[in-house]
C-alpha cells in the first residue's frame, strides 16, 4: 500500500507532500552585514520514498554539477518523484562567486567534513550542510570535475565493498567505477560514518561547462533515482555495457620539468610501461619519457603542456580484464559521438 509522505522540514521551513520548494539557508555573513545563503530546492514527493541530496560545487571552481542538477531540476519526470529529492547546485557559495576552489580561510571544504558549529569559516560551513541537507537524507550524490589543469573521463567512485553504495554505482552509467579510499575530512567519508550511501562523480574540468559528462551525469542521476525505486523504471531497457571496476588506480608522474607532449587520450586503454608522453625542454634538447605504472585505462590527464618534476600528469585506472574493458570503453564512445551528432544535427550544424 502506498503511504502519503509527512511534510518535510529544513532550515525551519515545512514543505507538504507534492510540492517543491526553494529555501534558503545562511551560510555566512559578508564584512558588510550582508548574508551568503546556500539556495536548496527540496521536491517532496506525495508518496514514501528515499531522501536523496545532490550537491555540486562543494569545490567552487568545479561547476559542471550546477548544470546537471539545473538540468535535472527542470525535467518534468521529476513530477512523479517518490520520496525526497534535496537539490543543492551550490554548496560553496564563496568559491563559486569567486571562481576559486577554496574559502576565503583558504580551506579546502572537502577536507573539513562534518565540520564544526565553532570551528573555522570551512568548518562552519561543513556543519551546516551535514545538520541541514545530510542528516535529512538516506542517499546521496556528489559531483566533481578535476582540478589544477586537469581533465578527468567520467568516473563514479565509491566505497564497492557496501552493497548498497555498489549498486547504486553501477547504476550510474559511467564507463569507470573507482573503489576509492575514503579521505579524512572528505563529504563521502563524513557521509559513510553516518551510514548514509553516497557516491562521487567526476568529470571534466574546473570553471568550464563540458558537454559528455553534463550529459552523463544528468543521465546517470536519472538512473540511480530508478534504481532506488523514487522514478518510474524506463519504458525500453538501457543497452549501456557495464562500467569497468577498477580496484585501485596511480598518478604516473613527469620525469623532469619542461614541457609536457601527451602521447594517449581519455578512455585509453594502456598497458604496463606503455609510453604516456614525453617531457621536453623548450629548445628541444632533452626529452624524458613518461611510463604507464600499470595497465588500465586512462581516466585523468594533465591539460597543461607546462610541467615541474613529480607533476602529476596521467591518472592510470588499474584493471584486470582487458577484453571487457575494451568493450565498455568502445560502447561509451560510440554512443556519445553518436549523441553528439544527433545534436550538432539538431542545432543545425550537420
Known amino acids: 500500500m502506498k503511504r502519503e509522505q509527512s511534510p518535510f522540514c529544513i532550515a525551519g521551513e515545512e514543505i507538504p507532500p507534492g510540492h517543491r520548494r526553494t529555501v534558503n539557508i545562511a ?8 548574508e551568503l545563503y546556500m539556495d536548496v530546492h527540496v521536491i517532496h514527493g506525495r508518496i514514501q520514498g528515499p531522501t536523496v541530496f545532490l550537491s555540486g560545487a562543494v569545490h567552487g571552481d568545479e561547476i559542471n554539477g550546477v548544470e546537471i542538477i539545473r538540468r535535472l531540476l527542470k525535467m518534468k519526470l521529476l513530477n512523479s518523484l517518490r520520496g525526497t529529492l534535496i537539490a543543492v547546485p551550490v554548496v560553496n557559495t564563496f568559491g563559486f562567486v569567486n571562481r576559486t576552489r577554496y574559502l576565503p580561510d583558504r580551506r579546502d571544504l572537502n577536507r573539513f567534513f562534518p565540520g564544526s558549529p565553532k570551528g573555522s569559516l570551512t568548518g562552519q560551513l561543513a556543519a551546516i550542510f551535514m545538520e541541514e541537507v545530510v542528516d535529512r537524507s538516506t542517499h546521496g550524490i556528489d559531483f566533481h570535475t578535476g582540478a589544477n589543469f586537469r581533465y578527468n573521463l567520467p568516473q563514479i567512485r565509491a566505497v564497492i565493498s557496501d552493497p548498497v553504495i555498489k549498486d547504486m554505482a553501477m547504476a550510474f552509467g559511467t564507463p569507470v ?15 559513510y560514518e553516518k551510514n548514509i550511501p553516497l557516491i562521487l562523480f567526476e568529470g571534466g574540468q574546473s570553471m568550464q561547462f563540458d558537454p559528455i559528462p553534463i550529459r552523463v551525469g ?3 542521476v536519472v538512473s540511480v533515482l530508478r534504481q532506488l525505486g523514487m522514478l ?7 543497452k549501456c555495457t557495464q562500467p ?13 620539468s619542461g614541457i609536457f607532449l601527451p602521447h594517449v587520450q581519455l578512455g ?6 606503455q609510453i604516456l608522453g614525453l617531457v621536453t625542454d623548450p629548445l628541444g634538447e632533452s626529452e624524458h619519457k613518461i611510463t604507464s605504472p600499470s595497465s588500465g585505462v586512462i581516466i585523468g590527464k594533465l591539460q597543461s603542456p607546462l610541467v615541474h618534476k613529480g607533476d602529476a600528469v596521467c591518472h592510470v585506472a588499474g584493471i584486470s580484464d582487458m577484453d571487457i574493458a575494451e568493450t565498455a570503453i568502445d560502447s561509451f564512445q560510440s554512443e556519445f559521438e553518436f549523441e553528439s551528432k544527433m545534436q550538432q544535427y539538431e542545432e543545425g550544424y550537420l
Open 268 to 273: 585509453e586503454i594502456v598497458t604496463k610501461k
Open 177 to 191: 567505477v573507482l573503489d576509492a579510499e575514503l579521505r579524512d575530512g572528505s563529504l563521502r567519508k563524513a557521509a
Open 218 to 220: 544528468t543521465r546517470g
Open 232 to 238: 518510474p523504471k524506463a519504458k525500453q531497457k538501457n
Open 244 to 256: 569497468i571496476l577498477a580496484r585501485n588506480s596511480t598518478w604516473a608522474r613527469a620525469s623532469a
Open 27 to 34: 551560510a555566512a555573513k559578508m564584512y558588510n552585514r550582508n
